[in-house]
Protein backbone atom coordinates (compact mmCIF):
# COMPACT_ATOMS: atom_id res chain seq x y z
CA UNK A 1 0.00 0.00 0.00
CA UNK A 2 1.57 3.26 -0.80
CA UNK A 3 0.03 6.06 1.10
CA UNK A 4 0.45 9.71 -0.40
CA UNK A 5 -0.73 12.51 2.25
CA UNK A 6 -0.97 14.91 -0.61
CA UNK A 7 -3.26 15.72 -3.84
CA UNK A 8 -3.38 13.76 -6.89
CA UNK A 9 -1.35 16.27 -8.93
CA UNK A 10 -1.51 15.97 -12.48
CA UNK A 11 2.20 15.17 -14.17
CA UNK A 12 1.55 17.86 -16.95
CA UNK A 13 1.28 20.22 -14.51
CA UNK A 14 4.15 23.04 -14.52
CA UNK A 15 6.03 24.08 -10.95
CA UNK A 16 3.73 26.98 -10.40
CA UNK A 17 0.90 24.37 -10.95
CA UNK A 18 1.97 22.10 -8.52
CA UNK A 19 2.68 25.06 -5.94
CA UNK A 20 -0.55 26.43 -6.24
CA UNK A 21 -2.12 23.22 -6.13
CA UNK A 22 -0.81 22.42 -2.84
CA UNK A 23 -1.23 26.30 -1.60
CA UNK A 24 1.99 26.93 -1.65
CA UNK A 25 4.17 29.84 -3.25
CA UNK A 26 6.93 28.91 -6.00
CA UNK A 27 10.07 28.75 -4.18
CA UNK A 28 12.89 27.99 -6.04
CA UNK A 29 14.77 26.51 -8.94
CA UNK A 30 13.11 23.24 -10.17
CA UNK A 31 14.96 19.94 -12.48
CA UNK A 32 13.57 17.28 -13.59
CA UNK A 33 16.70 14.99 -12.63
CA UNK A 34 16.30 13.76 -16.23
CA UNK A 35 19.89 14.61 -17.43
CA UNK A 36 23.35 14.26 -15.61
CA UNK A 37 23.51 18.12 -15.38
CA UNK A 38 19.85 19.15 -14.68
CA UNK A 39 20.90 19.98 -10.96
CA UNK A 40 23.74 21.53 -11.96
CA UNK A 41 21.70 23.72 -14.32
CA UNK A 42 18.99 24.86 -11.50
CA UNK A 43 22.07 25.60 -8.65
CA UNK A 44 23.93 27.77 -12.18
CA UNK A 45 20.40 29.82 -12.20
CA UNK A 46 20.02 30.01 -8.36
CA UNK A 47 23.59 31.81 -8.42
CA UNK A 48 22.81 33.89 -10.75
CA UNK A 49 20.03 34.79 -9.45
CA UNK A 50 22.00 35.76 -6.16
CA UNK A 51 24.78 37.16 -8.25
CA UNK A 52 22.24 39.70 -10.26
CA UNK A 53 19.01 40.49 -8.74
CA UNK A 54 19.50 40.57 -4.93
CA UNK A 55 16.34 41.84 -4.48
CA UNK A 56 14.64 39.18 -6.38
CA UNK A 57 16.74 36.95 -3.97
CA UNK A 58 15.42 38.09 -0.77
CA UNK A 59 11.78 37.79 -1.70
CA UNK A 60 12.65 34.22 -2.46
CA UNK A 61 14.21 33.44 0.45
CA UNK A 62 11.56 35.34 2.16
CA UNK A 63 8.94 33.18 0.86
CA UNK A 64 10.28 29.96 1.62
CA UNK A 65 11.00 31.16 4.61
CA UNK A 66 7.31 31.71 5.58
CA UNK A 67 6.46 28.42 4.35
CA UNK A 68 6.18 25.39 6.58
CA UNK A 69 8.83 22.36 5.73
CA UNK A 70 9.08 21.15 9.42
CA UNK A 71 7.59 17.30 9.83
CA UNK A 72 5.00 18.09 12.44
CA UNK A 73 2.23 17.95 9.83
CA UNK A 74 3.92 14.81 7.69
CA UNK A 75 4.42 13.39 10.65
CA UNK A 76 0.41 13.32 11.86
CA UNK A 77 -0.85 12.57 8.56
CA UNK A 78 1.86 9.51 8.53
CA UNK A 79 0.59 8.62 12.09
CA UNK A 80 -2.81 8.76 11.02
CA UNK A 81 -2.58 6.73 8.11
CA UNK A 82 -0.64 4.00 9.55
CA UNK A 83 -3.42 3.83 12.31
CA UNK A 84 -6.14 3.81 9.32
CA UNK A 85 -4.11 1.03 7.51
CA UNK A 86 -3.51 -0.92 10.62
CA UNK A 87 -7.90 -1.10 11.68
CA UNK A 88 -8.40 -1.96 7.86
CA UNK A 89 -5.93 -5.06 7.92
CA UNK A 90 -6.95 -6.28 11.07
CA UNK A 91 -10.75 -5.70 10.14
CA UNK A 92 -9.64 -8.19 6.90
CA UNK A 93 -7.92 -10.00 9.14
CA UNK A 94 -11.31 -10.83 11.11
CA UNK A 95 -13.19 -11.39 8.31
CA UNK A 96 -11.40 -13.74 7.01
CA UNK A 97 -11.48 -15.73 10.06
CA UNK A 98 -15.36 -15.62 10.06
CA UNK A 99 -15.36 -16.73 6.46
CA UNK A 100 -13.00 -19.66 7.42
CA UNK A 101 -15.47 -20.57 10.65
CA UNK A 102 -17.98 -20.55 8.26
CA UNK A 103 -16.51 -22.97 6.15
CA UNK A 104 -15.40 -26.24 8.54
Known sequence: MIINPTPL???H???GERAQLQGLETNGFSFSGDKDNDIDYALDRAMMMYASDPDRWADLVGTVMR???GWSDPAE?????YWKAAKDMENRVGDKEDRDDRRR
Request: no cysteine.
Open 13 to 15: ATV
Open 9 to 11: LPT
Open 67 to 69: QDW
Open 77 to 81: TYVEQ
